[in-house]
């Protein structure tokens, strides 16, 4: 076992000030992308306040391409009983930015059902500059347009798989959304003002299930698609835990990463040293082969490791 004084040491002063590592600038690079929407007003700063929302399933298993180049393989992944096949359509896998939109789905559902509404359903109505701005997205035109790409991955990818949600384990292939539409256009430029997002029963089910995790809203500030599953799987593992820890060679297949293990090593490396997950800290031991996440609440942190440690 680590001993704690050792743990402290390695991250030296990130550990004091663990408060200020959410905000952009932290080490020398890459950083968090800035907030590109400072000041909202009272109705997107209501859908900002909302807890974001992530379903278990998809943070634990790598649904999604971490890539913004097209990418129209076919991919298998089985692990612990569960096998799941990924199928992209004719535009390429839905991406890990793509899932933002899932992410916004689930956390009105989420507000709506501990809100006690009886207009709960699998259709989601979101207005796309809210969208747009609340996932630290540009509004100009060309955002609205990859926005429609977006939900055109989503239709596409279709997934066959074994996992178990809402109490019932059963053999399923569906598409990430069932469909989507737009519902209403600006009358300035017939532009897209309004859509309506069918989810699948499978993720609806966990939705209700309340199979469903918290994330910092900085999820939506990091930019690369390797940070931001690794920030899935830290906040799906690790948790409110003061640590977690795996084998480099199974955190490479659980983040679906298609790269050799060799380059994934090699960026997480520079991940690590970047600092920029918000909530961990993410160490690599040369020796043991092993990924490290550490919270980056500092003072949970000490005190945990304390009693574990016997100090």
């Not at 550990?15 to 400072?38: E, F, V, W």
Request: proline share 3%; glycine share 8%.
């Amino acid at each position: 076992m680590e001993k704690l004084e050792d743990i402290l040491a390695r991250f030296g002063t990130k550990i004091a000030i663990a408060g200020d590592q959410d905000r952009a600038g932290q080490g020398a690079k890459p950083k968090l992308l800035p907030d590109r929407h400072p000041v909202r007003d009272f109705f997107i700063a209501d859908i900002l306040d909302c807890a974001l929302k992530d379903d278990r399933h998809s943070m634990e298993h790598p649904f999604f391409s971490l890539s913004k180049k097209p990418d129209r393989r076919v991919r298998e992944y089985e692990r612990d009983g569960v096998h799941i096949t990924i199928k992209p359509g004719a535009d390429g896998m839905a991406t890990i930015w793509d899932k933002d939109i899932l992410l916004y789905c689930i956390s009105v559902l989420t507000e709506g059902l501990n809100q006690g509404r009886q207009d709960v359903s699998r259709t989601v109505r979101l207005k796309a500059y809210d969208f747009l701005v609340t996932t630290n997205r540009h509004t100009g035109g060309r955002d609205y347009d990859l926005l429609a790409a977006a939900l055109n991955r989503l239709k596409g990818t279709v997934i066959n798989t074994d996992i178990k949600t809402n109490g019932a384990r059963r053999r399923d292939a569906f598409g990430l959304i069932d469909n989507w539409s737009i519902v209403e256009r600006t009358t300035s430029n017939a532009r897209m003002s309004a859509v309506a997002i069918t989810l699948n029963e499978w993720l609806y089910g966990a939705v209700i299930a309340h199979e469903v995790l918290t994330l910092h809203h900085d999820y939506f500030r990091l930019d690369g698609g390797l940070e931001r599953r690794l920030y899935e799987l830290a906040r799906k593992h690790c948790g409110h835990q003061p640590k977690w820890a795996i084998s480099l060679e199974l955190l490479h297949l659980k983040s679906g990463s298609t790269g050799k293990l060799k380059e994934f090593r090699r960026k997480l490396k520079f991940i690590a040293q970047a600092d920029e997950l918000p909530g961990y800290h993410i160490r690599f031991d040369e020796e043991s082969d092993r990924v490290f996440f550490y919270t980056k609440d500092g003072k949970k942190l000490a005190q945990t490791l304390a009693l574990t440690s016997g100090l």
